[in-house]
């Protein structure tokens, strides 16, 4: 069964850290690109970061520039999970958080975590 799930998300207060975890079974992980993505109520699904796939530039990384500096992606390829360690969270980065992965047209999305950073 292809899938992806999603831990990690809770309750933080501003300053503080999460570290999100999303396993991977079904297909050839490595072969994927993965992604965060988060979606905060009444807005549209936003990227986080990306981290490419084994084949390519291995473990070339890209972030929102809201994230930068904070977030950091990072993939174990041998466990099949992606991370998403996020430091010096602010309210504003309260949202949904998705996992995805993407191989030429083949698009898979997790289930999606909750986020809340607030005091």
């Known amino acids: 069964q292809v899938q992806l799930v999603e831990s990690g998300g809770g309750l933080v207060q501003p300053g503080g850290s999460l570290r999100l975890s999303c396993a991977a079974s079904?297909?050839?992980?490595?072969?994927?690109?993965m992604s965060w993505y988060r979606q905060a109520p009444g807005k549209e699904r936003e990227l986080v970061a990306a981290?490419?796939?084994?084949?390519?530039?291995?473990?070339?990384?890209v972030y929102a520039d809201s994230v930068k500096g904070r977030f950091t992606i990072s993939r174990d390829n041998t466990k099949n999970t992606v991370y998403l360690q996020m430091n010096s969270l602010k309210p504003e980065d309260t949202a949904v958080y998705y996992c995805n992965a993407k191989a030429k047209k083949n698009i898979i999305w997790g289930q999606g975590t909750q986020v809340t950073v607030s005091s």
């Open positions: 079904g297909f050839t992980f490595s072969s994927y690109a």
């Open positions: 981290i490419s796939s084994a084949g390519a530039n291995t473990n070339y990384a």
